[in-house]
């Protein structure tokens, strides 16, 4: 299951990222959030694997969300926002991708499933971790 956190003050555009995650059946909504404040307060909380933030919002932007979280803590990030002038920024802040507002429906598929797939990786490399030291504490 992939826990998600959607983090935009615009309720239409919550909405419509809840509506696109409906029908995707390994995803799991955990909180929605409205503001800066909310969304720091819900990752430490929750502690999500998927993160979508926009960049304009209330009390804490974006990347003061990802700034105050750290990148150890932070989950996977999609931004989605009405401007691109903060893309560069975004990648270099290592999010996973970028919607820009409008966004289709088929360009949101392609984000989820990149996410998908990283998510899938990065567990892979987890397990083979402990594997490695499960062996390593048997010897």
């Given at each position: 299951m992939i826990r998600v956190v959607v983090a935009d003050d615009e309720p239409l555009a919550r909405n419509r990222i809840r509506r696109l995650l409906s029908s995707e059946k390994d995803v799991e909504i955990v909180a929605e959030c409205k503001n800066g404040r909310e969304t720091v307060d819900a990752l430490d909380q929750h502690q999500p694997d998927l993160l979508f933030l926009d960049v304009e919002m209330p009390e804490i932007d974006g990347f003061g969300?990802?700034?105050?979280?750290?990148?150890?803590?932070m989950p996977v990030v999609i931004?989605?926002?009405?401007?691109?002038?903060?893309?560069?920024?975004?990648?270099e802040t290592h999010a996973l991708d970028y919607l820009l507002k409008p966004f289709d429906e088929e360009r949101f598929k392609r984000a989820l499933q990149r996410a998908r797939g990283h998510l899938e990786r990065s567990r892979s490399g987890e397990i083979a971790t402990k594997l490695l030291a499960m062996l390593h504490d048997v010897r």
């Open positions: 969300v990802m700034e105050q979280i750290g990148p150890e803590q931004f989605v926002t009405a401007y691109d002038q903060y893309a560069v920024h975004a990648f």
